[in-house]
């Protein structure tokens, strides 16, 4: 079992206070330190019980901790590796919780250089559609995937710590390469937020948008239901793996450009097995090693 004395916690947003309140629960950190940029947030994460000790600046919050967890937007991580170097133990392990990791990796080889080998890039696969700490909830990654994308300069212990730590929180581990995270991630998150922002706006400006809505069903909400995510995280998630998420939506676009012209050449045929072949796909889709079984269709 890990222990830990302090945890140094940078960001008190949603993912960083709900990795405090786990830690807590679990009995494996005797102390937060926390730090936010926003002083009602840091003042709301103390009330909360989220930390323990409010932070005047990130450099402070990690002094004397033995683990440090960067929950930041990945627009931030370079500065806050700045920020914090100089005070980094020779024992501590800093993670991140990013939702892209390549460009966090090039960050931290620019900026963190001397503490590489502290440094284990990681994204849990976890987050609701409401931000904010007053939303940290110790049951956040409980059952949830959490990849892991060691550098070669990442020291083989801080590696094995930090996988224990997250297996302790009930997750599932798994290591990828950056590269091969951000391709995956691109695929399977980045695309779809995208498509399902591209989806409310292009209702939003429609005259009749307000009585489409209001006829919404259970399908409708399920597919949106990211679109509410927080818009400055999404923007920078989407910059910052733009290459990958442009090269799926070319996917995308191909795949619609298909069904539409089976539409439009009233090819019932085709547009059937594109169906039937899009459904054997969502059927056999297996969700944490089980076959998920999606809520029952609606009626047309």
């Given at each position: 079992?890990?222990?830990?004395?302090?945890?140094?916690?940078?960001?008190?947003?949603?993912?960083?206070?709900?990795?405090?309140?786990?830690?807590?629960?679990?009995?494996?950190?005797?102390?937060?330190?926390?730090?936010?940029?926003?002083?009602?947030?840091?003042?709301?994460?103390?009330?909360?019980?989220?930390?323990?000790?409010?932070?005047?600046?990130?450099?402070?919050?990690?002094?004397?901790?033995?683990?440090?967890?960067?929950?930041?937007?990945?627009?931030?991580?370079?500065?806050?590796?700045?920020?914090?170097?100089?005070?980094?133990?020779?024992?501590?392990?800093?993670?991140?919780?990013?939702?892209?990791?390549?460009?966090?990796?090039?960050?931290?080889?620019?900026?963190?250089?001397?503490?590489?080998?502290?440094?284990?890039?990681?994204?849990?696969?976890a987050g609701k559609e409401s931000a904010g700490v007053e939303h940290?909830?110790?049951?956040?990654?409980?059952?949830?995937?959490?990849?892991?994308?060691?550098?070669?300069?990442?020291?083989?212990?801080?590696?094995?710590?930090?996988?224990?730590?997250?297996?302790?929180?009930?997750?599932?581990?798994?290591?990828?390469?950056?590269?091969?995270?951000?391709?995956?991630?691109?695929?399977?998150?980045?695309?779809?937020?995208?498509?399902?922002?591209?989806?409310?706006?292009?209702?939003?400006?429609?005259?009749?948008?307000?009585?489409?809505?209001?006829?919404?069903?259970?399908?409708?909400?399920?597919?949106?239901?990211?679109?509410?995510?927080?818009?400055?995280?999404?923007?920078?998630?989407?910059?910052?793996?733009?290459?990958?998420?442009?090269?799926?939506?070319?996917?995308?676009?191909?795949?619609?450009?298909?069904?539409?012209?089976?539409?439009?050449?009233?090819?019932?045929?085709?547009?059937?097995?594109?169906?039937?072949?899009?459904?054997?796909?969502?059927?056999?889709?297996?969700?944490?090693?089980?076959?998920?079984?999606?809520?029952?269709?609606?009626?047309?």
């Open positions: 079992m890990v222990n830990f004395e302090q945890l140094g916690l940078i960001g008190c947003g949603l993912m960083g206070g709900s990795f405090a309140l786990a830690l807590k629960r679990a009995g494996l950190v005797q102390r937060v330190v926390g730090y936010s940029k926003s002083p009602s947030t840091l003042e709301r994460a103390r009330a909360l019980g989220v930390i323990d000790v409010e932070a005047p600046s990130a450099l402070l919050a990690v002094s004397g901790a033995d683990l440090v967890l960067i929950a930041v937007p990945v627009s931030a991580t370079e500065d806050t590796f700045k920020a914090i170097r100089h005070l980094i133990g020779p024992d501590t392990l800093v993670m991140d919780v990013g939702s892209t990791k390549a460009d966090v990796v090039a960050a931290a080889h620019r900026s963190f250089k001397e503490h590489l080998a502290h440094f284990v890039p990681a994204h849990p696969i940290a909830d110790a049951d956040l990654y409980q059952g949830c995937q959490v990849i892991l994308t060691p550098t070669p300069e990442s020291a083989p212990r801080h590696t094995s710590t930090a996988r224990a730590i997250w297996t302790a929180l009930g997750a599932q581990v798994r290591d990828m390469s950056p590269e091969a995270h951000d391709s995956a991630y691109a695929t399977v998150s980045h695309l779809p937020h995208l498509l399902a922002f591209a989806a409310m706006n292009a209702i939003g400006q429609q005259d009749r948008a307000q009585e489409f809505l209001e006829l919404a069903g259970p399908g409708f909400r399920d597919f949106t239901r990211i679109a509410a995510s927080d818009p400055s995280v999404w923007r920078d998630i989407l910059l910052a793996n733009q290459a990958e998420v442009l090269a799926q939506a070319s996917h995308f676009r191909a795949a619609l450009d298909a069904l539409e012209d089976a539409m439009r050449r009233q090819d019932a045929l085709t547009l059937q097995a594109l169906i039937q072949q899009a459904s054997d796909a969502r059927s056999q889709w297996r969700l944490g090693g089980h076959i998920d079984k999606p809520a029952p269709t609606e009626s047309p």
